[in-house]
């Protein structure tokens, strides 16, 4: 058997910030027996030969890493500091342990200050106490290396904040685009991916929405990206999965909690 | 049928900051197949005829809440703004929109300063937007009235910081007592909660700890409570829920997720 290099992604997280179902709700999605209704908050990890990969903290954090048995994160990459995406932030003091020493985080220079607002403690390198979290701040201003793949930041509106996406690639093949929460695609983020084997994108629901993509903005940013298949993601209790996805063009399906994607490496 | 009225008390979550199993832990408490060896931080529902109480919204409270189909919170308690405690705060929201207004929140004066330095979107009575959390907050600095119980801060040392402990009354009788996180017992509090019914109180593990009663010290303090039933709560992976309670005096205990009380009230 050869041992082909390859990318692997797990999904995480494919819910909204409110999650399906929702706490309370009986709606016929919420109520829903398909597992691929239960959605915790939006994240993905990424397992290279050379390093695991993690993007956001969501509240859900350890539940997402124990259902995916995640015993390794070598790196934290933020799309923004809202609550859906950070909240679990502490639960990196087990990675940190694991790892047996600090974990370098990834974000855009208002994201890491969003995180050291509220998480502080854990960027004191002069203050490192066992079982606690502890992180070394990478500010993103441009293409960065990790797990030998160049991940690329872009940088797209969502309401008052930009959040941002990451395109990984190797060797000038853009393997997979992520953008969790968009509004609107910017023409130099979708130059960036363009032609990108999968995309991961914000498609809310089927109404518009002040500051997400919805289901019809979310399809028409994959075909102006030309991108080779797209999942939605950031999903509500709009629709339930299997409706939804009867619903899309060809190329176009919806993620789902524990799904995995793999890439070959060369 | 008499439709006695009831105190019902939910057991939300019953472990220590990393919760049990622990994220990338093999040990057998973590691999324990006994539900009660399943662990999401410590948090307790109370339920009264007048009202629904939630104490503390720990990371896990969207699952806590699914997992025992809450949908009305009346009012929050919060014990301290450890993240353990409060990172589900932004969870909050639907407990807004189900009620159609602010929550009002209770906790010492540092607890709420805490909330909203992280928080502080939630606390403009000016800038309420459907679909986000807001809260009135409610400075604790002596007993008050909520749901038809008299509710009595006790301030516990905790480390760095001081928590505080409810106490649940009703016409005097001392009903229920939440020491959730507490290195010693102060005389004080003690003399507030003798001869309380039920007593939960922070047991973290055997062996000693900088900031919580370990399971001897938890018992001396029941003793000293004279607690007629009493409840080790904030475990860590120390032992299986079974083997510990096999080790523990008589009238004492562990609460599990998802573990029910009742009391009868006048």
């Avoid at 999904?11 to 209704?37: E, H, K, N």
């Avoid at 679990?88 to 994201?111: M, N, Q």
């Avoid at 930041?153 to 969790?180: C, D, E, I, K, W």
Wanted: proline share 7%.
């Amino acid at each position: 058997m050869s041992a082909t290099a390859k990318l692997q992604v797990t999904i995480l997280g494919s819910g909204t910030s409110q999650g399906v179902p929702m706490i309370g709700c009986t709606c016929p999605v919420c109520r829903s027996s398909d597992p691929r209704d239960k959605r915790t908050r939006s994240s993905i990890f990424l397992r290279t030969p050379e390093a695991n990969l993690l993007v956001d903290t969501t509240p859900e954090l350890r539940v997402q890493a124990l259902r995916e048995a995640l015993d390794r994160v070598d790196a934290v990459l933020f799309t923004h500091a809202h609550a859906d995406h950070i909240m679990g932030f502490d639960d990196l003091r087990r990675f940190c342990d694991l790892r047996g020493g600090a974990l370098p985080i990834y974000g855009s220079p208002e994201t890491l200050q969003g995180l050291e607002r509220i998480f502080g403690y854990a960027f004191n390198p002069r203050k490192t106490v066992p079982g606690y979290v502890h992180v070394t701040a990478h500010p993103v201003v441009g293409p960065f290396e990790l797990g030998g793949l160049t991940i690329t930041p872009m940088t797209v509106p969502h309401g008052a904040v930009q959040t941002t996406g990451f395109l990984f690639a190797q060797h000038g093949r853009r393997l997979l685009a992520y953008l969790s929460d968009c509004q609107t695609l910017p023409a130099e983020a979708a130059e960036l991916m363009r032609g990108v084997e999968v995309l991961i994108i914000d498609g809310l629901r089927d109404l518009p929405h002040p500051t997400h993509l919805n289901v019809q903005g979310a399809i028409e940013a994959a075909r102006l990206i030309e991108a080779k298949q797209t999942y939605l993601t950031h999903q509500t209790h709009d629709k339930k999965h299997a409706d939804r996805e009867r619903d899309l063009p060809p190329g176009v399906g919806v993620v789902y909690d524990g799904m995995q994607l793999e890439f070959e490496l060369k």
